[in-house]
């Protein structure tokens, strides 16, 4: 089996899953696809290197990761977390749900990433370190502080449901 | 959040792999003809100094020179006073690297040296660098003791690592190459700064020579061994500024490296696994 066979057959495997993953950070099914398609592109590149790691999926998790967040950095003018969801279209109807998801996409980027790799991938702490390439110390104070507002957030929510 | 995302409805994934698959092959097509092309241009500047050198050999006048000015041509003015003098003393000779015996220290953190390496290149074909070279190459400059613990970068980075046991205990070097966009030749003198960063125990001395062409090498003196993701064992310091300052100062570092030594790196290091923190 080729090199390219061994990442045809890994990328069929896993591409769902990484795009399960893209979307959850960027909440949009379009740019989740074009993000896995560039994370994978390069994964494909640097393939000979990669299959040596021990952790194949973490490896493409960690480059979709970068990709992600490259794509924000490049993208400055684009939607940005806001500490509040008081947007219009919320107010004006309150049968829309504020879901996890949506929660989610109030933290900034890097924290909605430790989010979704410690509780949706259950990556431990030091997993979610080492893709992040963070310190332990940040992954887990950024992570605590990251649930508080969650929190907050969706207990407001259920305030304004059932009060 | 799963039940979340059970309720969305994904559009089909489509032929993403395939995409993947086509868009790696470009960019690999597209760095084949980029390394191709730079190699084309280096053989064509090459040749065509040649043959100006052949043309212009008869017409130089001959003008017998003192004695006493017979020693190697002085280094280029990119370095200060410490740098020409020390050109001008530097013997040439192949894979050497003459460097002031001891460069002058100061109390600034960051010190810069221009320093003669000898040779402008070795002769004979060459490769595109890998880490098996690189790994290769460092084995040979470090000073005496026992290596381990040989690594590359988890990317595609020229991005190495080897720890050296001069009997104390263990040290850990990393070292990387690059090249920025310059032009022109290479030149006989890198100039080396030396930085020490003390809060930062992968870099506790970080050596940067930079040559004239682009080229920048760079080892990092560790006061710390590799880590588990969350800490770093404590470490030696196996190499002196000036130790280090030589490493990166060899001209034999680039981009492009011996076809040999490329060769032998493969056979010796092409296995090396992959480094973390």
Redesign the interface.
Known sequence: MTD?DQ??EF??AH??RL??TA??LCRD??LA?DL???A??K????WR?AA??DNLMA?AQKILLRVFLDHRRRRSSSESASAMLHEPAYRESPELRL???EA?ACLPERDRAIVILR??EDYSV??V??VL?L??SVVKSQTRRSLTKLRELLAEEQLALFG | MRAELNSERPPPLGDVVGAAVRAGRRTRRRRRIGVAGAGAAGVLVILLSGSLAAHSEPRRPVVAEPADQSGPLPAPPTGGPLGRAAAQKAPVSPGSVPITATPPTTRSPERNLAIPSGTDSAAGPRKKATTGAMLHLLTQLLPPGRTSHAAVSSNEDLYVQMYLDRGAGPGMVRMMLGKLPADGPRGTTPNVSVSQVPDNCLQSTVVVARWADGTAVQVDVASCLAGDGRTNPPGRVVLSPDEAARIAADPRWGVTMDADLIKQGEARFGGAPVFTS
């Open positions: 390219e990442f045809v990328a069929n591409a769902e795009r399960t979307f959850m099914w379009h696809q896995t398609q560039n994978l592109t994964l494909f590149l640097s290197r040596q790691s490896y879901t996890m998801l989610l509780y949706f030091e997993r370190a080492d390439e310190p332990v």
